[in-house]
């Protein structure tokens, strides 16, 4: 896909989010804006404890702000319900986790196949494109094992594969490889650039790895729940 | 695919799918035993009770069951008996003629109940000769011969071969007075019935009491007495006579079918308590799977699973188990029913049923027996499963992730 117009995906207006921690407040995000535009790959760093994974959550809905807006895709996530949102984030959003977080049931195909098959793909489509997206992250010969019966960096493959399968808009990456060796850990993050090349989608990484921050575009860097600085390469 | 998860979870989660599966299989098994061992014994004691004494159903003049007069009579009864004979459902049928009056063997004397009995219809319809504890029952024909109850025999000194003199009021208004030889002792498994009744041959009773060619009641005996309903409207509608009434043996006795009703609901109150103990290890175990899988929860709905989905998720695990668990369930109620209708189970101390005392209670290998456990349990679960369900579907998923 070739990028032909940059528009905004992503725009925070003063996203400020105050956790209870035994009855104690705490602010996670003091008042964040920001806007980030398709096509990006951007890392956001910080200090545990910043608001980095708060961040990716509430930008993908998963959490709600306590206070301010998140617009995705132009879309006012606080206003969506339980299930438009599910359906939302389904079609426009593919999550990578730090813990992989695969469907321990299912085997690696089904995995991948599994968003599709909430989004109604018709079967063949959904087998064309598993084996494509298989193909792509390395992992053709193990489409039949557990996640249970692969190594930390295949199962991130797999992570990988099901957040990009279904073309989402944005790719939601939360420490991608911090529980990687750093071979691994590069060579996924190499793919990720390619497909970010070669797809045009948006990748939003929060990490503390050096690695990924240099492969970043655009680096934010947050502190005590606010942005501390900006940067664009 | 949902379903498909919901499978495979059940089969990783091996310990607890069996924990919660033996809840399941353990007050199935427990209520079908229940249900058997209580519709056994209704049986049996119904069976006793009719067969035996009263009947299925019984044909009298109308009124005569409110209030029971020597006059109400039926005097055409041949002809009724082979009307209600010609059901294809009716095994049998015999006329009985009732009276009170006084019984006297010497010196002593106690009120009696004469009934007259046509022994060859009585010993088919309710095997009037097996209550002949003692001596032989009546003979065929007339011959001015006595069957006393064991407790009347009792009552009166009375041995076989004593004169058992009657005194009571004819149909006609005379003096009904009479000698019989006491040939039997009968013994029909009621002490109370056992101590007032008198048993002559019906043509020996109808000259007592001037009731020539009259009787008091038909009883009838018919195939299947869960069809006593239909089969007394069905004789009703045979008979077409308005002065008669056709009553089946739960208005007959109507006190001994209410108390067993009353049994019943006994019974409802102790499967109610079996369910109860299922719910709550259900509810536990189900609830706990749920707990542990938050963080599971939280990423099928991170990456776009609806919350209704995660819902049918977790109901679908409890109805998958719920039904594996209601086939073994039912096995081993149909296996464990099966032998206690051979084999009883035998009570220290006997047991009272809608006023019938006995000893050993039979099973009876009934679709009751395994539909209403069934229901109870796939209802219980699903019920008790809902909690989870909504708290699984109602997961904020980036809450959900951060737990481990």
Not at chain 2, 225 to 248: F, H, M, W
Request: with cysteine; charged share 20%; glycine share 8%.
């Amino acid at each position: 896909m070739e990028q032909t117009q940059k528009t905004d995906v992503i725009v925070t207006e003063g996203v400020t989010k105050v956790y209870d921690a035994d009855g104690i407040p705490v602010n996670a995000l003091n008042g964040v804006d920001l806007t980030i535009q398709s096509g990006e790959f951007t890392a956001i760093v910080g200090p545990s404890g910043s608001g980095k994974t708060t961040f990716l959550n509430i930008i993908s809905g998963l959490d709600a702000p306590t206070e301010g807006k998140v617009l995705l895709s132009g879309k006012v996530l606080s206003e969506m319900g339980g299930n438009e949102l599910s359906d939302f984030r389904r079609d426009n959003i593919g999550f990578i986790f730090q813990a992989y977080n695969l469907i321990p049931v299912l085997t690696v195909e089904e995995n991948v196949e599994y968003i599709m098959l909430l989004a109604g793909v018709p079967k063949a489509e959904r087998h064309d494109r598993v084996v494509a997206m298989l193909e792509t992250v390395g992992l053709k010969d193990v489409e039949d094992r557990l996640p249970t019966q692969l190594s930390g960096g295949q199962q991130q493959r797999v992570a990988i594969a099901r957040a990009m399968v279904s073309e989402p808009a944005i790719i939601l990456a939360d420490e991608p490889t911090a529980n990687l060796d750093s071979k691994t850990g590069a060579a996924l993050l190499d793919m990720m650039s390619q497909l970010n090349a070669e797809t045009g989608m948006t990748f939003i990484f929060s990490t503390h790895d050096p690695m990924v921050m240099e492969s970043a575009r655009r680096l934010i860097t947050l502190c005590d729940g606010q942005i501390d600085t900006d940067e664009m390469k | 695919m949902i379903l498909k998860i919901a499978f495979r979870n059940i089969f990783r989660q091996k310990r607890r799918t069996i924990l919660t599966a033996l809840a399941m299989i353990v007050g199935f098994t427990l209520s079908s035993i229940v249900i058997g061992l209580s519709d056994g014994a209704y049986s049996n004691v119904i069976k006793m009770f009719t067969g035996n004494r009263i009947g299925h159903i019984q044909v009298h003049r109308e009124g005569y069951h409110d209030k029971p007069s020597i006059y109400k009579t039926i005097s055409n009864y041949e002809s009724i008996g082979e009307t209600i004979q010609g059901n294809t459902d009716v095994e049998a049928w015999t006329p009985r003629v009732y009276a009170g009056g006084l019984g006297s063997v010497g010196e002593k004397s106690t009120a009696v109940r004469v009934i007259g009995v046509d022994v060859v219809r009585e010993i088919k319809a309710t095997h009037f000769d097996k209550k002949v504890v003692e001596g032989s029952p009546l003979s065929i024909t007339a011959s001015r011969e006595a069957v006393i109850g064991q407790g009347l025999a009792k009552t009166l000194a009375a041995t076989l071969g004593s004169k058992i003199v009657i005194f009571s009021q004819a149909a006609d208004g005379s003096i009904a007075n009479d000698e019989y030889t006491i040939i039997g002792i009968a013994e029909s498994g009621d002490d109370i019935t056992d101590r007032v009744t008198c048993y002559l041959h019906i043509e020996d009773a109808q000259e007592l009491f001037v009731l020539e060619g009259r009787v008091h009641e038909i009883v009838v005996i018919v195939s299947n007495i869960n069809k006593v309903g239909k089969i007394t409207e069905a004789i009703q509608e045979r008979l077409n006579d308005s002065t008669l009434e056709v009553l089946p043996w739960q208005v007959v006795a109507k006190s001994f079918y209410d108390a067993m009703q009353s049994d019943k609901q006994g019974d409802a109150v102790a499967r109610f308590i079996i369910i109860l103990i299922v719910a709550i290890g259900v509810l536990n175990t189900v609830l706990m799977s749920v707990l542990e899988r938050t963080r599971e929860y939280g990423v099928l709905k991170a990456v776009g699973t609806k919350p209704i989905q995660i819902f049918w998720l977790v109901i679908y695990e409890v109805v998958i188990i719920a039904i594996g668990s209601i086939v073994i369930g039912a096995l081993l109620g149909v296996f464990i029913n099966y032998l206690f209708s051979i084999h009883g189970l035998t009570y220290a101390e006997g047991l009272t049923l809608g006023g019938v005392e006995f000893g050993t209670m039979y099973a009876e290998v009934n679709a009751r027996s395994l539909m209403i456990p069934g229901i109870t349990v796939m209802l219980s679960a699903t019920l008790v499963g809902l909690f989870p369900a909504i708290k699984a579907a109602r997961i904020m998923p980036a809450k959900a992730m951060r737990t481990h």
